[in-house]
């Protein structure tokens, strides 16, 4: 089976998508790329994510995005596509309450002629979850070990980790989200380069700045980081309004890039110490998501995790600009082949579900 797989992450860089081919349980990555947002794009979403709004703005921003899917799937012009798995552009996630991910797969089925999955996360809410993280289902089929202890650690916008001990079975493994990824790093770059970057490259900001200890510890007081998982996070913790108490501090820009990148990083590693290491002793760490291009924070990493080898997911085969997008791809061949995706110890949903809906071609 050659899937599809659509991600567009709370980073709102834009659109990746991956083909694979499938053959339960083996997947093989066909081809890759990532189309980023226009600026007004991405500033569209911004304005209808975790905020008050116009329902017609989220409503044209709903079909015009699954417009932009399809086309960004057809610009790969890989033939015999089967199927296709979207995740869409999350606008709000208050698990276990609701979500919204926006990107109609009606359109999308509709350009491309193929039956397209989207709407992943609705049925595990609607089954006592969090909707997230889904990914999981997806690193324990491919990644777990049988002799090395693993946590897959996902940087995107918001950062998850996933616990892969060694000979994993399902109900062994378990998920959540541990706070910012990039998030709050990407909105201070902005700031610091008036719009000019929408990331800290290279890291090169926070290299300029100074760690503020006090204010360090103020952020990880906030009490989510010390909720038991399953737990899930987003935009509405740690967008606009976290960006404007933090520029109020009155530290200088950079400062405060330095700051959020060790907050990531502490935020990760506290969470893997508190909530993974006393089930089981982790070997090695793989990073995927942009947070993996950032040695800053890839160093701190490191630096906060010394049992462990804190690397790249790519030195294992699977490129982390692809991950999230090839994982959608194999739920969505989850769905087709009938198979429950969710994992119920990483989202608290109270059993497995076929997850997402299908829109016929």
């Known amino acids: 089976m050659r899937v599809a797989g659509i991600m567009s992450g709370t980073s709102l860089d834009g659109i990746d998508v991956a083909v694979v081919d499938i053959n339960w349980p083996a997947i093989k990555l066909v081809a890759f790329a990532s189309t980023p947002y226009p600026a007004q794009l991405r ?109 897959s650690i996902n940087i995107g916008g918001i950062a998850n980790v996933h616990a892969l001990p060694k000979k994993a079975k399902a109900k062994d493994v378990f998920a959540f989200d541990t ?101 089981f002793k982790v070997d090695e760490c793989l990073v995927s998501g942009g947070g993996v291009y950032n040695p800053v924070l890839m160093a701190e990493l490191q630096g906060l995790l010394p049992k462990s080898y804190v690397h790249a997911i790519d030195d294992i085969g699977i490129p982390s600009d692809a991950k999230e997008a090839m994982a959608f791809a194999y739920l969505a061949a989850a769905t087709k082949l009938g198979k429950p995706s969710n994992l119920p110890a990483s989202t608290g949903a109270r059993k497995s579900v076929l997850l997402g809906e299908i829109h016929h071609a």
């Open 43 to 151: 500033k569209r979403i911004l304005a209808v994510s975790n905020t008050n709004c116009h329902t017609r703005d989220i409503a044209r921003l709903h079909y015009e995005l699954g417009e932009r899917y399809a086309a960004a799937v057809l610009a790969m012009n890989v033939k015999k596509i089967d199927l296709i798995g979207c995740h869409g552009q999350t606008i709000y996630h208050e698990g276990p309450k609701c979500t919204m991910q926006i990107g109609e797969g009606a359109i999308i089925a509709e350009r491309t002629g193929i039956e397209t999955i989207t709407n992943f996360r609705a049925r595990d809410i609607a089954a006592g979850g969090q909707g997230a993280p889904l990914v999981p289902f997806f690193d324990w089929m491919t990644l777990t070990h049988s002799e090395v202890n693993r946590v």
């Open 179 to 279: 706070g910012p990824g990039n998030m709050v790093i990407d909105q201070l770059a902005h700031l610091a380069t008036k719009g000019k970057q929408s990331y800290d490259k290279d890291g090169k900001l926070a290299r300029k700045g100074a760690l503020n200890r006090k204010l360090l510890a103020q952020l990880l007081k906030d009490k989510y980081f010390l909720k038991a998982p399953p737990k899930s996070a987003g935009r509405e913790q740690y967008g606009k309004e976290l960006i404007e108490k933090l520029s109020a501090t009155g530290l200088p820009i950079e400062d405060l890039i330095a700051t959020a990148t060790a907050f990531t990083a502490c935020s990760i590693a506290e969470s893997i110490e508190r909530f993974i290491t006393p089930k």
